[in-house]
């Protein structure tokens, strides 16, 4: 079993900052991608940004030069740090995690979402 729990969400002001957290605990190997989703209310959910295989990153490009992220291994941990926020970036940010199996088929697991509201 693979478990995601996400921490760091919060109330910020537009310009403010914010640190997210996802720690992977269980049966990891073979990460395909593991990175940050976000879900604004009736919108689908979108790729934030995330590391891929050979350590390649994905930002979208609405966050890119405001949102970095980072990760460390040894405690199976991504982070986001979040700057400049902007009330657009109100959402539900979901960790996703992405395993290859020994038959190369993509596991996909989601966290629980932690809530981001931008406003002041």
């Known amino acids: 079993q693979v478990q995601l729990v996400e921490s760091g969400g919060g109330l910020v002001q537009p310009g403010g900052s914010l640190r997210l957290s996802c720690v992977a605990s269980?049966?990891?190997?073979?990460?395909?991608?593991m990175g940050w989703y976000r879900q604004a209310p009736g919108k689908q959910r979108e790729l934030v940004a995330r590391?891929?295989?050979?350590?390649?990153?994905n930002y979208a490009e609405a966050v890119k030069g405001r949102f970095t992220i980072s990760r460390d291994n040894a405690k199976n941990t991504v982070y986001l740090q979040m700057n400049s926020l902007k009330p657009e970036d109100t959402a539900v940010y979901y960790c996703n995690l992405d395993l290859l199996d020994p038959l190369r088929i993509i596991r996909t697991y989601w966290g629980p979402g932690t809530q981001v509201t931008v406003s002041s």
């Open positions: 590391f891929i295989s050979g350590g390649d990153t």
């Open positions: 269980g049966s990891i190997s073979n990460i395909a991608a």
